[in-house]
């Protein structure tokens, strides 16, 4: 059951994902009508789901793999996964820097198979590299969410999220 704080969140952010890439902007979000009448402020709504979409985006790394490995089965991805527990464990500098160190070879991967496959799952590569920057720069969290949202399972993603909702309430 999702708490009625979460669902029009998770509606909001499925509906974000289907935008042109330009308006992935998290003070944009954070200015919904929809995300204020949650939060009481546009600007409490974007401390915490700074959090929310970070923690979400982080636990999301084996999902995104998994959804890279099932289109493109013969191009392994860099082993982000255990520097990505490392860091939901850590939340440190140096496991932040170790994370995003995995981000040039998932840009220059993703792009390589950009146009390859119909449904573009190739974002889930560019998810996961914005994933890698995400505990070192922030911004890259809410990016890498509505990517995932574009190739994986969206329920999944809905509890992923819903929980990092309930956590951080």
């Known amino acids: 059951m999702i708490p ?16 042109d890439g330009q308006c992935w902007k998290l003070d944009r979000f954070c200015s919904e009508s929809v995300v204020i009448s949650c939060f009481g402020s546009a600007s409490v709504a974007k401390t915490v789901l700074q959090e929310v979409f970070l923690d979400s985006a982080v636990r ?3 999902l995104a793999m998994s959804t890279w490995d099932a289109a493109f089965p013969d191009e392994p991805l860099p082993a ?3 520097a990505a527990e490392n860091w939901l464990r850590c939340r440190d500098e140096i496991s932040a820097n ?3 160190s995995y ?6 991967l993703s792009l390589q198979y950009w146009k390859k496959c119909p449904g573009n799952p190739a974002w ?6 914005w994933i890698c920057d995400a505990p070192k720069y922030g911004w890259p969290a809410f990016s890498a969410i509505l990517a995932l949202y574009l190739v994986c399972e ?3 993603l809905d509890k992923i999220l819903q929980s990092s909702i309930e956590t951080h309430r």
């Open 103 to 108: 981000q040039p070879a998932l840009v220059a």
């Open 124 to 129: 889930a590569g560019r998810g996961l590299a």
């Open 60 to 62: 999301a790394t084996g």
């Open 80 to 82: 982000v996964l255990p």
């Open 98 to 100: 170790e994370l995003a």
């Open 4 to 19: 009625p704080a979460a669902e029009p969140i998770l509606k909001l952010v499925g509906s974000y994902s289907r935008m």
């Open 154 to 156: 969206t329920k999944s």
